[in-house]
């Protein structure tokens, strides 16, 4: 595949992205949205007490997607802000804070209770009127959104970026700094003192279905994206996930560049997504990569 400026962009980016900085924007110290937005509180069926932002779209009529973050960011972070400005320009768009990140309530479950952080996510939306609605996970959120899904949460399409296809396999240096955390105590609190973020212990986690047994459950149109050079989860994760998927999907795989999640989001990929999603709500099936980045 031909290297992609977007991707060069996103990997001078990420190279230039401090320790200080990435801290920053962890703790909300820097971002924001720039588009014109409300904040809203909702409540899962738990009871936990969530956050989130609305970008009103051009029109009452036009659809809605509900953004839903990965690990350690939330939903002022500099590039789920972007995603979510970007959106808002064809859409209207509910960005969420998940439980333990954020202005949210609660403790980091990386994907299992969060689901009802989206269920709670797309049942406003729907009670609000909207009558199109997607729902776009990067990473854990990613997970959270096929978790949500497979349970009925309210949704006519999705998107997952970066979102890995099994639970409990770690197979990669960064997945296991993560995994080392989540299972030691005094690191534990040592990020949530230098984040924010509440990492609820292993023995407060409920038993995760693999992504995979998620998406075979989930019969509406999926989109999958997954990069070459995807430090968490290789791009296999992805590959699993669409052939699993019950519903008409579609598989991006990007190329070197990309990397992670949040890492892999400029303007043009946003823009790009935004067609896809528009194109999945009103055709039944999302596009391939590179019709929706044609230029029109």
Same mark, same amino acid.
Not at 29 to 55: C, E, K, N, Q, W
Not at 210 to 234: I, N, S, W
Not at 248 to 266: C, K, S, V, Y
């Given at each position: 595949?031909?290297?992609?400026?977007?991707?060069?962009?996103a990997q001078s980016?990420?190279?230039?992205?401090?320790?200080?900085?990435?801290?920053?924007?962890?703790?909300?110290?820097?971002?924001?949205?720039?588009?014109?937005?409300?904040?809203?509180?909702?409540?899962?069926?738990?009871?936990?007490?969530?956050?989130?932002?609305?970008? !009103?779209?051009?029109?009452?009529?036009?659809?809605?997607?509900?953004?839903?973050?990965?690990?350690?960011?939330?939903?002022?972070?500099?590039?789920?802000?972007?995603?979510?400005d970007v959106l808002?320009?064809?859409?209207?768009?509910?960005?969420?804070?998940?439980?333990?990140?954020?202005?949210?309530?609660?403790?980091?479950?990386?994907?299992? $209770?969060?689901?009802?952080? #989206?269920?709670? +996510?797309?049942?406003?939306? $729907?009670?609000?009127?909207?009558?199109? #609605?997607?729902?776009?996970?990067?990473?854990?959120?990613?997970?959270?959104?096929?978790?949500?899904?497979?349970?009925?949460?309210?949704?006519?399409?999705?998107?997952?970026?970066?979102?890995?296809?099994? #639970?409990?396999?770690?197979?990669?240096?960064?997945?296991?700094?993560?995994?080392?955390?989540?299972?030691?105590?005094?690191?534990? #609190?040592?990020?949530?003192?230098?984040?924010?973020?509440?990492?609820?212990? @292993?023995?407060?986690?409920?038993?995760?279905?693999? !992504?995979?047994?998620?998406?075979?459950?989930?019969?509406?149109?999926?989109?999958?994206?997954?990069?070459?050079?995807?430090?968490?989860?290789?791009?296999?994760?992805?590959?699993?996930?669409?052939?699993?998927?019950?519903? @008409? +999907?579609?598989?991006?795989?990007? !190329?070197?560049?990309?990397?992670?999640?949040?890492?892999?989001?400029? !303007?043009?990929?946003?823009?790009?997504?935004?067609?896809?999603?528009?194109?999945?709500?009103?055709?039944?099936?999302?596009?391939?990569?590179?019709?929706?980045?044609?230029?029109?």
């Amino acid at each position: 595949m031909h290297a992609d400026p977007q991707h060069a962009l996103a990997q001078s980016q990420r190279t230039r992205r401090t320790q200080r900085r990435r801290l920053l924007e962890v703790r909300g110290l820097v971002g924001g949205h720039r588009a014109p937005h409300r904040d809203i509180r909702l409540t899962a069926a738990d009871g936990t007490r969530l956050a989130a932002s609305f970008l !009103p779209g051009p029109s009452r009529d036009a659809p809605v997607v509900v953004i839903v973050h990965g690990f350690a960011a939330h939903r002022r972070k500099p590039a789920y802000a972007l995603l979510a400005d970007v959106l808002a320009g064809t859409m209207s768009v509910l960005a969420l804070d998940l439980r333990g990140h954020g202005d949210s309530g609660g403790w980091c479950t990386l994907g299992g $209770r969060e689901r009802l952080d #989206v269920a709670a +996510a797309l049942r406003a939306v $729907r009670e609000a009127g909207h009558r199109r #609605v997607a729902a776009v996970g990067l990473s854990m959120g990613g997970t959270a959104v096929l978790h949500a899904l497979a349970h009925g949460a309210p949704a006519d399409a999705a998107v997952v970026i970066s979102t890995p296809s099994v #639970v409990g396999v770690v197979e990669t240096q960064a997945l296991a700094g993560l995994d080392d955390v989540w299972r030691t105590a005094w690191k534990r #609190v040592g990020l949530r003192l230098l984040t924010g973020v509440r990492l609820a212990a @292993p023995r407060g986690f409920d038993a995760l279905p693999d !992504p995979r047994e998620l998406a075979a459950k989930v019969d509406l149109p999926l989109l999958v994206v997954h990069g070459e050079d995807d430090h968490f989860f290789p791009f296999r994760h992805g590959a699993q996930l669409h052939v699993a998927a019950a519903g @008409p +999907a579609t598989l991006w795989r990007e !190329p070197a560049g990309f990397g992670h999640a949040e890492d892999g989001i400029t !303007p043009a990929f946003a823009v790009a997504l935004g067609r896809a999603v528009h194109a999945a709500l009103s055709a039944g099936r999302f596009p391939d990569r590179d019709r929706a980045r044609r230029v029109r």
